[in-house]
């Protein structure tokens, strides 16, 4: 059988169809007529800027609803406004004019969100056409949350309730956002609270004849510090159906937790930038989640379509520009996952290189969580480096101490092997990490003759980083230190300037593996 009849068996005869939903707000309470359609939402998470499944998505949704066996909608569980060059270029926009076009049932808002500061972020919410749900994102102070806790969706005569949790971790990665420049909170993402406030949507959607409960979450399995995770929320909580997921990026079709009740919950991910697409069956009372990847789905959604190729023409002009060729991959990745979070990568190198040239330091400095994608092997367009550091960061130069530059390693790399946002790439040092007993050593800083010396705990070092030292990056380790040099430069614009004027437009044979400015040994 061809894939694209496969596909349309899965589409029609594996009850994955009908029309839209008749209604979905929290008030409404229209008339039910009764149906042996089942249900089926299609799902989202950490898509990252990835536009082109979005077309996809809504082309199986219509597949579906065309063939009149089932209710199909979509939903998205955070982390679309940025990473990439399509949410850079246009903070956010371009990702907005697509969505708007997508009929989203719910959507909720991850991490990256608030990449643009929480202004831009509300902004661009309103034009998505999409009922926004998230129970714990407060304006500071405030007792009512900034969008609905959930909403209620009517599909023939039963009611799916979703609502939506964002990670408290927020305020740690973002914290800019929350932040105005004189120090005070903007916004609060009720950390200690959210398994209540979740409790309480669950109960309080139930209370309004939800047949089954949603959750669009955005924690992430992993507990983290100042942080709650899919499962520990499921285990504190009751009445929640199945956890749709996002945030760790894990790809995750079923996985079953006992609530607080001892009644398993099924969490799954779908991985990110649309890996595959997330299909929730809702049949004769029960709840079966699959993973379809993206590159077997046939169909596509005209409008999205043309929406993409909007933003796709308007692009062009700008990520086209040649700036450099290289004969090798500059990446982000290793054997695990993303070793820019945990160890040394070429582009780690070159990128820090970049900020030390440009600002004539003793140091370069970013955190691996900024360097968001890498770059394959060929031509590099300025689309390409748009791509590695999408956000809207400026470098600047830092005087730091010898102990303010060890206390920042010590934190930053106290999670290896464990990804980690803070992870610090570097240019001119090196130094030891020591996995087991979570210290460093051997830390050295290059002098004026290129050698390098012994760090020393009291001399002040001229450090090349972005401005994110200072709304809460590196654990807020160099916060503290002088501003020397307030930068105009967005990071990209540093890195595509030195491989075209510096290097000359090629990488050369420097950067083909990393320099071994960091060592990990495991004692």
């Not at 956002?177 to 916004?187: C, E, I, N």
């Not at 959607?205 to 669009?216: H, K, P, T, W």
């Not at 400026?394 to 980690?420: H, N, Q």
């Amino acid at each position: 059988m061809m894939k694209i009849e496969r596909l349309w068996v899965l589409a029609a005869a594996l009850i994955c169809g009908a029309s839209m939903f008749t209604s979905c707000s929290v008030d409404d309470n229209p008339i039910v007529t009764p149906t042996a359609k089942s249900i089926v939402i299609l799902y989202d998470n950490d898509v990252h800027c990835s536009i082109g499944g979005y077309t996809k998505m809504a082309g199986l949704r219509d597949a579906i609803n065309q063939s009149d066996t089932a209710y199909a909608v979509v939903v998205s569980c955070g982390d679309y406004l940025q990473g990439g060059m399509v949410g850079a270029i246009s903070r956010g926009q371009y990702i907005v004019d697509i969505m708007s076009k997508m009929g989203y049932a719910a959507i909720t808002i991850g991490n990256h969100e608030f990449d643009y500061g929480g202004p831009r972020m509300k902004e661009l919410l309103q034009q998505v056409n999409a009922p926004v749900v998230c129970c714990n994102f407060f304006d500071y102070g405030a007792t009512q949350t900034v969008y609905s806790p959930y909403t209620v969706c009517q599909y023939g005569d039963k009611r799916v309730a979703f609502v939506g949790v964002c990670t408290p971790e927020t305020e740690t990665a973002e914290s800019y956002a929350f932040f105005d420049t004189d120090g005070s909170q903007l916004y609060d993402l009720r950390n200690e609270e959210v398994p209540a406030l979740v409790q309480q949507a669950v109960d309080n959607a139930r209370s309004e004849g939800a047949d089954y409960v949603v959750l669009l979450s955005h924690l992430g399995e992993a507990e983290k510090e100042n942080a709650i995770s899919s499962y520990s929320l499921v285990s504190k909580t009751a009445g929640i159906d199945v956890v749709l997921d996002g945030h760790s990026h894990a790809t995750i079709e079923h996985h079953d937790v006992n609530n607080k009740d001892g009644q398993p919950v099924n969490v799954t991910q779908t991985g990110t930038q649309f890996a595959h697409v997330g299909k929730l069956l809702i049949k004769d009372g029960q709840l079966t989640t699959t993973l379809i990847p993206l590159d077997e789905i046939p169909y596509e959604n005209t409008s999205v379509s043309a929406a993409i190729q909007v933003v796709k023409d308007d692009m062009a002009t700008i990520v086209d520009r040649l700036v450099a060729k290289s004969d090798y991959e500059l990446t982000i990745n290793g054997s695990n996952g993303r070793l820019v979070r945990c160890g040394e990568t070429n582009l780690g190198d070159i990128i820090t290189d970049a900020f030390r040239e440009k600002m004539g330091t003793d140091i370069g400095l970013v955190n691996g969580g900024a360097v968001r994608n890498g770059i394959p092997a060929g031509v590099i367009t300025y689309g390409s480096i748009i791509n590695v550091l999408p956000n809207d960061n400026y470098l600047c130069s830092i005087e730091a101490t010898g102990a303010e530059l060890m206390e920042m390693l010590v934190k930053c790399t106290a999670k290896c092997p464990e990804e980690d946002g803070n992870f610090p790439q570097v240019s001119g040092m090196r130094y030891t990490i020591h996995t087991a007993s979570h210290t460093v050593s051997d830390v050295e800083v290059m002098d004026a003759n290129g050698t390098y010396q012994p760090i020393v705990e009291t001399q002040k070092y001229t450090v090349a980083i972005s401005d994110y030292y200072a709304a809460g990056g590196y654990y807020d380790t160099l916060k503290a230190c002088e501003l020397t040099y307030r930068g105009e430069s967005l990071l990209r614009d540093v890195l595509a300037s030195y491989l075209e004027k510096i290097l000359g437009g090629t990488t050369g044979t420097t950067y083909a593996k990393p320099q071994q400015r960091i060592t990990i040994i495991n004692d």
